[in-house]
């Protein structure tokens, strides 16, 4: 993960609800940073188009956008588009 800018389909966790401590370790330990989707429409259609689902359609959020989706396992995640 020593690439600052994620490639196109990297998975990314936007919001990780836990005290900033344990945020901190998943950081050091998982390298994991919040990164939003390049195009939050074709995110949408691949994740349709491999078997997924949306559970909560395209939204904003001031000028940035979200949705919720499920993958074919059945597990939730949002995908964030930046303004």
Do not use: H, N
């Amino acid at each position: 993960m020593s690439d600052p800018k994620p490639e196109v389909g990297t998975i990314a966790w936007v919001d990780l609800t836990v005290p900033e401590t344990l945020r901190d370790f998943y950081r050091d330990v998982a390298g994991w940073r919040p990164a939003p989707v390049a195009d939050l429409d074709a995110s949408i259609a691949r994740c349709l188009e491999r078997g997924g689902k949306v559970v909560a359609g395209r939204r904003s959020m001031g000028q940035a956008r979200f949705c919720v989706i499920q993958d074919p396992a059945g597990a939730v995640a949002a995908l964030y588009q930046a303004a």
